[in-house]
């Protein structure tokens, strides 16, 4: 069978539109689990789907993704040998990841994320307050702002990437005292939608002992949740609970959450109820009122054991578990600052 057959692609757009009886798709995903080559190839056209719908929506998703691979089968046409699955997976993965490549790069990366999923950074002016003026953010100019956390003590923030961009300067604002801090970007990942900033401003004295430690075991469905971020100048508290174990479309780096939040929010932390961290909101879902996506902890860590040369200390212990949840928030608010780049 022609490894770029329509039939081959219209196979793997039928299981990421969730279609096909229940026994095609237990089939097909028993494959991808014993086939990790497959699986990981899978995963590119999913990737490869998500970028043809940042410019199409949905309505001209299977035209766009049909002419593509008409394209390559007429430059193939003479390649018509039978192959094996995993021969076509391989194939096909190369083809996926230089499209993908070559149409979108870096900045869809950073900004983009495919139908269902709208991005929660949002315009903003620059802060009024600030003693410490940023290179790259002018006086009355529009800016991108989310939110950010503290990791560690020495001024070490975590937010979204899409949030910052391209840039490697941006500001921290703690509305709590109004101090606001010049930071730059030291490590960031767009697969996880990312990014590590440390402070870089000769005012900054340190944080307290930060009260919330990153939890990387499982987190149960329907488990309450709770953020705090901002999507405007003061901090917003949401809640509610988890919905989905993966997030849209199946996306397994994320968790689906009943969390209304709104733009400003992306890099807002997501707790459970004892005042862990559990994900990083980045989305919410653009069709269905109150849906949220978040970056679950475990590829937090992820990218923190892998960011820096010399990891950072992250918070182990937990001062808020037994609070009530006015109070845990009383002390966890200190350390979520507005992020702008």
């Known amino acids: 069978m022609n490894p770029f057959s329509e039939e081959m692609n219209e196979l793997f757009e039928k299981m990421a539109s969730g279609e096909g009886s229940r026994a095609e798709r237990t089939l097909f995903f028993q494959e991808l689990e014993s086939n990790p080559t497959l699986k990981n190839l899978y995963e590119s056209h999913l990737s490869f789907r998500k970028g043809i719908e940042v410019v199409t929506r949905r309505t001209a998703l299977r035209s766009e993704i049909s002419g593509y691979h008409q394209q390559v089968k007429t430059t193939k046409r003479k390649s018509s040998n039978p192959i094996s699955i995993s021969r076509w997976a391989i194939a096909a993965s190369v083809s996926a990841l230089i499209a993908v ?87 960031r990942d767009t697969k996880y939608d990312l990014v590590l900033v440390k402070i870089d401003d000769e005012s900054f004295i340190g944080l307290s002992r930060i009260p919330y430690p990153i939890k990387s075991s499982k987190v149960n469905l329907a488990q309450d949740v709770f953020t705090l971020g901002f999507p405007k100048e003061d901090i917003v508290f949401g809640e509610g609970s988890v919905s989905s174990l993966n997030g849209y479309n199946g996306d397994t780096l994320k968790y689906q959450v009943s969390v209304p939040v709104n733009p400003g929010q992306s890099g807002s932390p997501l707790f459970d109820e004892q005042g862990n961290v559990i994900g990083v909101i980045s989305a919410k879902n653009g069709s269905a009122d109150g849906v949220s996506y978040a970056v679950k902890s475990s590829h937090m860590i992820h990218f923190f054991e892998n960011a820096l040369e010399d990891p950072i200390q992250l918070p182990k212990s937990n001062s808020v578990s037994g609070l009530s949840k006015t109070k845990k928030i009383q002390k966890i608010k200190s350390f979520i600052f507005i992020v702008r780049a």
Do not use: C, M
């Open 101 to 187: 490549g070559a149409w979108f790069g870096y900045d869809w990366e950073q900004r983009q994320k495919a139908n269902g999923e709208q991005l929660l950074a949002r315009s903003t002016p620059k802060s009024r307050h600030s003693n410490h003026p940023i290179r790259t953010i002018e006086s009355g100019e529009e800016v991108v702002s989310g939110t950010a956390f503290a990791v560690n003590a020495e001024g070490y923030f975590l937010t979204s990437s899409h949030v910052i961009g391209n840039k490697s300067e941006v500001e921290l604002e703690n509305p709590e005292d109004g101090s606001i801090y010049a930071a730059r970007v030291v490590a």
